[in-house]
Each structure stands twice: as C-alpha cells, then as structure tokens.
C-alpha cells in the first residue's frame, strides 16, 4: 500500500505532508544522524584546499524510507578562478557542474533542483569554524536552462556544536551546522511560498561534508501549510573520499 502510494506520489512529481504522516506510520524512516559532540577544537582546523582529482562519493537514501536512490561521485576537475566539480551518479549518469569562486562559496549549486546559478557567490560551510557563528546570506538566481528570469533566495547559517561522526568512509572531526532557505521565490510560478532548510556535518579535513540532509516544502495557491507539498528529502552520506 505505502509503495503504492509513494510511486503515485513520484508519477505527479510531490508529495502531501499528511502522506508523509502516513509514511512514517508505516515504514521506517532514515534515523536522524548521531555524532558525539566534542568542545571547540583549538587550534581551528583548517579546510583543505581544492586540487585536481579529489574525489567525494556519497550514497543518498530517501529519508521517508531509508531507500537508496543513487550514489553519486563528485569530483575536482579544475582549480583556478574557479573551482569545478563534475558530478555522475550511478543510476542518474552525467548530472550538473558544482562551480566555486572562490572555494568555499558556490556560483552554481546543483544540489537542489533545479541548478541554481548565483548573481553573486554564497557561503557553502560556516565563514568562521566556531560554534554559534550565524549569517543571512541574499541573491538572486537563475535556472541556466531558463536565463530569462531571475530570482531571490535567502540563506541562514547556523553553526551549532564540533562532533565526531562516524559514515561508511570512516570517523571525522566536523562542525555540524543549520541552514534555512525561508520564502525563497521559486522559478515555478505555480508556487506561492517556498521553504527548505537542512542539517550538514562539514569535515574540515576532506573540504567537504560527510553528511548532508536536506528538505523542502512548498504550497500552491488555495494550499495551506498544514497540507504542504513535499520537495525531495534525501540524506546523502559519505562512502569513500580522497
């Protein structure tokens, strides 16, 4: 019945947040990441710098029922002016450039859907490595299949403690930080308010996250948000980096 329901929820492209209710009810959801929380390591460590070939794979569940839904490799492919990440997963094939200028603030982001192309570069982790450090972060974007328009999206960042989290590619040191996207404006005109928001653990070691659990809901007109429509919610995990 669940699985029934969850590929006539994929066939029109959302989900109903009662749906999400009912899911849960029923099937087991991917358990919310656990590390140990340790005090501020001093002295901060540093983020490791860009270069060819470093190479990230994660395996990204869907976190209403544990569900793999691909493994995806991202991986440096050039270091200048910009930093370029191509990105292939295993069942999606070829997917969109990552692009960072410079390393550390992203100018073209693939990880929610659609790509986002930034009129100016956003923080990717915390500007400063310290807990409680927090900033709101605004530009606009566009969908680089459609140049045409263009559109607002705001980003709180919020570091909240140092842990040691373990995943399939090992045990790392990481700062486990907060982000909010609150009434973004989306290039579907269909949607009349937007939110996303997501929990990362970034190991300064690997330059990347480990862990990554991400969110979003939205509403069309006459949709209220207890009856919100789901975006995506998938928790990518490190399996192997180097």
């Known amino acids: 019945m669940a699985a029934q329901l969850l590929q006539v ?48 794979v994660y395996q990204v569940r869907n976190v209403f029922n544990q569900e793999i839904v691909d493994t995806i490799t991202e991986k440096v492919v050039s270091v200048g002016s ?35 192309k930034f009129s100016k570069p956003i923080p990717l982790w915390p500007q400063q490595m310290q807990v409680g450090w927090n900033g709101f972060f605004t530009a606009q974007y566009q969908v680089p299949t459609y140049p045409d328009g263009s559109y607002y999206w705001g980003l709180g ?3 909240n403690q140092w842990e040691r989290i373990k995943t399939p590619a090992g045990e790392f040191l990481v700062l486990q930080f907060h982000n909010e996207i609150p009434n973004f404006v989306s290039n579907d005109l269909f949607r009349v308010g937007n939110l996303r928001q997501e929990d990362l653990w970034f190991a300064p070691e690997i330059g990347r996250w480990v862990i990554r659990r991400s969110s979003g809901r939205y509403i069309t007109s ?21």
């Open 222 to 242: 006459g949709v209220y948000w207890v009856n919100a429509f789901w975006e995506d919610y998938l928790e990518w995990e490190l399996i192997s980096w180097k």
């Open 82 to 116: 910009e930093v370029r990440i191509a990105r292939s997963g295993l069942k999606a094939g070829s997917l969109p450039d990552e692009i960072q200028s410079p390393w550390g603030f992203v100018l073209q982001d693939p990880h929610w859907n659609p790509t986002q």
């Open 157 to 159: 960042m919020t570091a």
């Open 9 to 56: 929820m994929r066939t029109y492209g959302f989900t109903y947040l009662l749906a999400s209710f009912f899911l849960v009810g029923c099937i087991a959801t991917q358990p919310y990441p656990k590390g140990i929380p340790v005090t501020q390591p001093v002295p901060t460590p540093n983020v490791r710098a860009p270069k060819v070939g470093q190479e990230w």
